[in-house]
């Protein structure tokens, strides 16, 4: 099949043809198919279009050449798209809570020629959404995701970002939490503080070295081996201090060397606090927070504490004292039962609570009996002699951390099981012990207060599992500093969502997915078009007040910079 051309009369005209072969003399020959008309009379856009249907039939790339070769314009073209739901549900939580407005009121102070305001909330937004470097962060804004005036980002821009977050690091802490206090009515009465590790993956950690002259040099840095709550003994680790409201909000963030205890960051998080002036506080800690310094430190400036006490101390203290005291429980919310406890008199008085759980003292029942079980399993493959020495499975037994706690040794050197303390820990079952030092506070309110220190828990294991705070590939101690701001960041963007919802930050991201930009070339430029979102998005915008995206986010005229 072919088209050409005939002159009849000194005029051409254009023909659609095809040849045919004689059936009886063999000779081919040309059939007219369809008359175009006369070529000086054709309809070309008739032609255009023709050749585009026919091109629907072709590879992309072949029809895209043939209409460059024959200089025809495509009217519209899809280009791609990005996704939008998310960075943009984000976006305007932060906007809502004043987040850019504070940075961009630090940053007037500065003279940067970057959006820094933009910089940084586009790695926030990354962590809550696609955890990923600051390299993978150029490829994740400039062409998977659209961010309201960000097109695109260098890693170095990141840094510089990063580096101003954390010199500004106090005031943006400060000024988002009363935001978000004045926005939400925090109930700040009740401060939760717990402390997890992040590791790094090095060799080795921050510390001597050896310098130019030979002499040792010692160095200061975060990155020390310490007790890792991430199960990586060995490995250099940063502590991360977080306080959390009640409803699981995380307000304020710290960062010390790996090597830090728990007990000697209490003063630096009571001084910081006391800088926010936020009144009558009671601070909630578990039992690893607790000595009689730290005691007398948050009750400084009026402040009150909540505290758990360690009962496994012997047969001695001041505890141990308020475990065995006699009294009637009473039955609280949640299935627990009480009894309030004072020790001492004047100014030596303490005031406890004991608090058991029937749940949780079923569980511990449950797993002590298997671990007996396995202790005598243990005992029964030994092979003791009276006096003899012990073998090395007897010497690992002893020494086991879990087993070796319900074995006992006789006179004779013969390893058996400790009934005795089969029995001390059977009286634990389920139980807590709470020390309060404030007289207001009820007993039950205490209870119940101590009870909720899993908020911070779900917080750092969304930090870990949710926006990847570790493993940290940052040397530099400003950076590993900043980067942790981030995460808290995108942690308080999240868990506020989740407040106001009602939904898991899972099932928010789910209903996320479905909104996309489309980016489509047309004869006059480029258009960002926005799909139609669906009526659980749009509920989910509702409840929040966010507005959702315009249809149109961006039309760049030809020629102009996107």
């Excluded at 009870?451 to 750092?460: G, I, M, N, P, Y």
């Excluded at 928010?508 to 799909?531: A, D, F, K, S, Y």
Aim: with cysteine.
């Amino acid at each position: 099949m072919y088209v050409r051309t005939v002159t009849t009369k000194g005029r051409q005209y254009v023909q659609l043809a095809h040849n045919i072969r004689h059936p009886e003399t063999g000779v081919s020959k040309p059939e007219i198919l369809y008359n175009f008309g006369r070529a000086d009379q054709l309809d070309l856009d008739a032609l255009r279009r023709l050749v585009r249907s026919i091109g629907r039939f072709l590879e992309p790339g072949e029809a895209r050449a043939i209409e460059e070769e024959l200089g025809l314009e495509v009217p519209f073209e899809y280009m791609g798209s990005r996704r939008l739901g998310g960075t943009w549900f984000l976006d305007a939580l932060w906007r809502k809570l004043g987040v850019g407005e504070t940075l961009n009121r630090l940053l007037s102070k500065r003279r940067f020629t970057t959006p820094v305001e933009r910089l940084v909330f586009s790695m926030v937004g990354n962590r809550a959404l696609a955890p990923g470097s600051k390299l993978a962060l150029e490829d994740w804004v400039g062409g998977e995701v659209y961010i309201p005036e960000l097109p695109e980002v260098e890693v170095h821009q990141l840094y510089r970002a990063m580096d101003f977050l954390l010199e500004a690091n106090e005031e943006i802490q400060r000024d988002v939490f009363f935001s978000v206090a004045d926005l939400y009515n925090l109930e700040c009465d009740l401060l939760f503080l717990d402390t997890t590790t992040t590791y790094f993956e090095i060799e080795g950690e921050d510390g001597d070295r050896l310098g130019d002259d030979g002499e040792t040099v010692v160095e200061e840095g975060l990155r020390k081996r310490g007790y890792s709550k991430d199960e990586r003994s060995g490995a250099a680790q940063v502590v991360i201090g977080w306080a959390v409201t009640r409803g699981g909000i995380p307000v304020r963030c710290w960062v010390w060397p790996g090597n830090s205890g728990d007990q000697s960051v209490v003063a630096e998080v009571k001084r910081d606090l006391n800088g926010w002036r936020l009144g009558r506080i009671i601070t909630v800690l578990d039992a690893g927070f607790n000595s009689e310094e730290n005691r007398r430190v948050l009750q400084g400036a009026g402040g009150h504490f909540i505290i758990g006490e360690k009962m496994r101390q012997g047969s001695k203290g001041v505890p141990v004292e308020a475990l065995q005291r006699p009294g009637r429980y009473k039955e609280i919310a949640g299935g627990l039962t009480i009894k309030e406890v004072t020790v001492g008199e004047g100014p030596t008085r303490q005031r406890f609570v004991v608090v058991r759980s029937p749940e949780e003292a079923e569980q511990d029942r449950t797993r002590r009996a298997d671990i007996v079980t396995e202790v005598e399993r243990r005992l029964g493959e030994l092979s003791q002699l009276d006096g003899a020495p012990h073998n090395k499975a007897a010497c690992a037994l002893r020494a086991h951390p879990t087993y070796g706690r319900y074995v006992r040794q006789t006179k004779t050197g013969r390893l058996m099981l400790n009934r005795e303390k089969i029995r001390q820990e059977a009286q634990l079952d389920g139980k807590f012990l709470v020390r309060v030092s404030d007289d207001q506070l009820s007993a039950e309110d205490a209870a119940l207060g101590y009870k909720q220190l899993w908020q911070v828990e779900r917080v750092f294991k969304d930090l870990k599992h949710v926006i990847d705070v570790r493993p940290v590939y940052h040397r530099l101690e400003d950076r590993i500093r900043a980067h942790v701001l981030l995460c808290w960041l995108s942690m308080l963007l999240i868990r506020l969502a989740e407040n106001e919802t009602g939904q898991t930050w899972h099932q928010m991201r789910r209903h996320l997915r479905h909104l996309e930009v489309g980016i489509h070339q047309t004869r006059t430029g480029e258009v960002w078009q926005g799909n139609r979102p669906t009526e659980e998005l749009t509920a989910l915008f509702q409840t929040l007040g966010i507005k959702l995206p315009p249809r149109y986010l961006a039309i760049h005229p030809t020629g102009a910079t996107p």
